[in-house]
C-alpha cells in the first residue's frame, strides 16, 4: 500500500477546518481534487475518516487517529522546509 503525503498533508487542512471546499481554497486546489485525495486516502486506511454533516465534515474515530501521524508528517515537512532555508541562507552549516 502506498500512501501519497500530499494526501495527508490536504487531511491535515480538512480535518483543521472541517470543510472539503475550505480546504480545497487554502491549498489552491479544486474541491473534486480534495475529495480524490480524501477517496483514496479512506482507502488506504479501509475505513472512513471523515462523516459528512450539514456544514462540512467531522472526524471519525479512524481519522482521529491519523491525525496524530498526519499531524506529525507536516511539523516534520515544516522542519525540513527550516533546514534547507538556513542551509540555503548560511546560517547553518561549516563555511570552508
Given amino acids: 500500500m ?3 503525503p500530499e494526501h495527508l498533508l490536504t487531511f491535515v487542512r480538512v480535518a483543521r477546518l472541517g470543510s472539503l471546499s475550505a480546504a480545497a ?6 474541491q473534486p481534487a480534495v475529495s480524490t485525495q480524501i477517496k483514496l486516502l ?7 475518516i471523515f462523516r459528512r454533516h450539514r456544514t462540512g465534515v467531522r472526524l471519525t474515530e479512524a481519522g482521529e487517529g491519523l491525525l496524530v501521524h498526519a499531524q506529525a508528517l507536516t511539523l516534520t515537512l515544516v522542519r525540513v ?4 532555508r538556513e542551509r540555503r541562507d548560511l546560517e547553518r552549516g561549516t563555511l570552508r
Fill in 81 to 84: 522546509q527550516t533546514y534547507i
Fill in 25 to 30: 481554497a487554502e491549498l489552491n486546489l479544486t
Fill in 42 to 48: 479512506t482507502q488506504a486506511v479501509g475505513e472512513p
Fill in 2 to 4: 502506498y500512501l501519497n
